[in-house]
């Protein structure tokens, strides 16, 4: 299950970066799940220990509550195009989200012993 999970949302993550190139700042989201995507595949190599990934997922929370707008209006989904500020804030928290639970995830399957 690690690898399978290793795997698809270092993929993902790999496209979030891929789609931040038109974003009004990509210098800070290329490398945000770029790190995700690397942090991923080293769990799928079996690199890294829990403690790793577990620092990740508490510095990602911690930036998505830090990023979370004032206002609450949703994310829009059906938008492509930012609406409001405080849309798009709760979109990027939304991402750093999203890396925080995989990160999560990847620290509680890495204690876990490797079975062969």
Same mark, same amino acid.
């Given at each position: 299950?690690?690898?399978t999970l290793? /795997?698809v949302f270092g %993929?993902?993550?790999?496209l979030? #970066?891929?789609v @931040?190139? +038109?974003?009004?700042?990509? @210098? %800070?989201?290329?490398?945000i799940?770029g /790190? ?6 080293? !769990?799928?190599?079996g &690199? ?5 990934f577990?620092?990740?997922a508490?510095?990602f929370?911690? #930036?998505? %509550?830090y ?6 209006? =949703?994310f829009?989904?059906?938008?492509? =195009?930012m *609406?409001?500020? +405080?849309?798009?804030? !709760? *979109?990027?928290a =939304?991402?750093?989200?999203?890396c925080? &639970? %995989?990160m999560?995830?990847?620290?509680a399957l890495?204690r @876990?012993?490797?079975r062969?």
């Open positions: 299950m690690r690898k290793s /795997i %993929v993902l993550f790999l979030f #970066a891929a @931040q190139y +038109n974003d009004p700042d990509p @210098q %800070v989201w290329i490398p799940y /790190i995700a995507a690397v942090a991923c595949f080293m !769990a799928y190599a &690199l890294g220990k829990w403690w790793f577990g620092l990740l508490v510095m929370v911690v #930036a998505a %509550v990023q979370w707008p004032p206002v609450f209006e =949703g829009l989904f059906s938008e492509v =195009g *609406r409001s500020v +405080n849309i798009e804030l !709760a *979109r990027e =939304g991402g750093l989200a999203i925080a &639970l %995989v999560g995830i990847l620290a890495a @876990q012993p490797i062969r």
